[in-house]
């Protein structure tokens, strides 16, 4: 099953059928712990054709977005190397190897933008890169309740003069995009699942690459287990799992690039760079 928060209210998706979801309001279905059974509930009634792409909205409101770093061997390399002069080299592969994970703070749901919208670039960062991610839908308990797509924009040049620039490279306005739906399983997704990351400009592809789970180092309920130590969230949570598709040194983006990610199971999540 699929869930798309819209315009219209929340609907459900299965086998190209969808109704609507009864409920107070999206922190409350979100956070409810029969998410599931309320969503299957829900196509046993009435349904409709179809919704409007248009009218899909980020998956999020009042749910914060919390992210894994350096979980791919490609992102332990990349992060070794724009950090290597600022002394960051080595303890990037230490985090790699490490039992525990690096979490950090990325959005709350109003900084979050959804599909078509438009992510952005620092004014003040010179080397900015889109990452595709795994993103899980943690509900109260800790719970993985489903996944999404996200992207995790990222100012490489400010990481990598100083890894104490994190937060700034990673969190501002326009930095995170999450959707377009939120796929509810409760097992986990196989490792064959494929990530693909696509860049275009003026119509034509800059950068495309891809990768799949089994790349990831890290066991996505180890990290939700992570997070949730001693730290409470009401409403849920979502975290991103990581990189496994980087492009290269010489690559950065420019205003109007649109890029699409793909994952197999959700769907695409498309956004154009203000």
Same mark, same amino acid.
């Given at each position: 099953?699929?869930?798309?928060?819209?315009? !219209?209210?929340?609907?459900?998706?299965?086998? *190209?059928?969808?109704?609507?979801?009864?409920?107070? /309001?999206?922190?409350?279905? %979100?956070? !409810?712990?029969?998410?599931?059974?309320?969503?299957?509930?829900?196509l046993?009634?009435?349904?409709?054709?179809? #919704?409007?792409?248009?009218s899909?909205?980020?998956?999020?409101v009042?749910?914060?977005?919390?992210? $894994?770093?350096?979980?791919?061997?490609?992102?332990? *390399?990349?992060?070794?190397?724009?950090?290597?002069?600022?002394?960051?080299?080595?303890?990037?592969?230490?985090?790699? @190897?490490?039992?525990?994970?690096?979490?950090?703070?990325?959005?709350?749901?109003?900084?979050?933008?959804?599909? *078509?919208?438009?992510?952005? #670039?620092?004014?003040? $960062?010179?080397?900015s890169?889109?990452?595709?991610?795994?993103?899980?839908?943690?509900?109260?308990?800790?719970? #993985?309740?489903?996944?999404? %797509?996200? *992207?995790?924009? /990222?100012?490489?040049?400010?990481?990598?003069? &100083?890894?104490?620039?994190?937060?700034?490279?990673?969190?501002?306005?326009?930095?995170?995009?999450?959707?377009?739906?939120?796929?509810?399983?409760?097992?986990?997704?196989?490792?064959?699942?494929?990530?693909?990351?696509? #860049?275009?400009?003026?119509?034509?592809?800059?950068? @495309?690459?891809?990768?799949?789970? $089994?790349?990831l180092?890290?066991?996505?309920?180890?990290? $939700?287990?992570f997070?949730?130590?001693? &730290?409470?969230?009401?409403?849920?949570?979502?975290?991103?799992?990581?990189?496994?598709?980087?492009?290269?040194?010489?690559?950065?983006?420019?205003?109007?690039?649109?890029?699409?990610?793909?994952?197999?199971? %959700?769907?695409?999540?498309?956004?154009?760079?203000?």
């Amino acid at each position: 099953m699929k869930l798309y928060r819209t315009e !219209s209210g929340v609907f459900v998706e299965e086998g *190209n059928r969808f109704s609507i979801v009864s409920a107070l /309001s999206w922190d409350e279905l %979100i956070g !409810s712990a029969d998410l599931h059974a309320r969503a299957q509930a829900a196509l046993s009634g009435s349904s409709g054709s179809g #919704i409007d792409p248009g009218s899909i909205l980020a998956p999020i409101v009042s749910q914060e977005v919390w992210a $894994a770093g350096v979980t791919y061997y490609r992102s332990r *390399n990349a992060r070794m190397e724009e950090s290597k002069d600022a002394g960051g080299g080595s303890f990037y592969d230490r985090v790699y @190897a490490a039992e525990r994970p690096e979490l950090f703070f990325k959005a709350t749901g109003r900084r979050v933008v959804g599909p *078509n919208g438009a992510v952005r #670039i620092r004014s003040d $960062a010179k080397w900015s890169v889109p990452e595709p991610e795994l993103t899980l839908l943690i509900n109260p308990a800790g719970e #993985i309740a489903g996944y999404t %797509i996200g *992207n995790d924009m /990222s100012s490489r040049d400010i990481e990598g003069e &100083n890894p104490l620039y994190l937060p700034q490279a990673k969190v501002y306005d326009g930095s995170c995009a999450l959707g377009p739906c939120i796929l509810l399983a409760t097992e986990p997704l196989g490792k064959s699942t494929g990530i693909q990351l696509e #860049i275009a400009r003026g119509g034509a592809t800059v950068f @495309a690459g891809s990768t799949t789970l $089994a790349e990831l180092k890290r066991d996505p309920k180890q990290l $939700a287990e992570f997070l949730f130590r001693d &730290n409470s969230f009401p409403h849920g949570a979502f975290l991103m799992t990581g990189t496994g598709v980087v492009p290269g040194d010489g690559f950065t983006l420019a205003h109007g690039d649109v890029i699409r990610i793909a994952i197999d199971g %959700i769907g695409v999540l498309e956004n154009y760079v203000e």
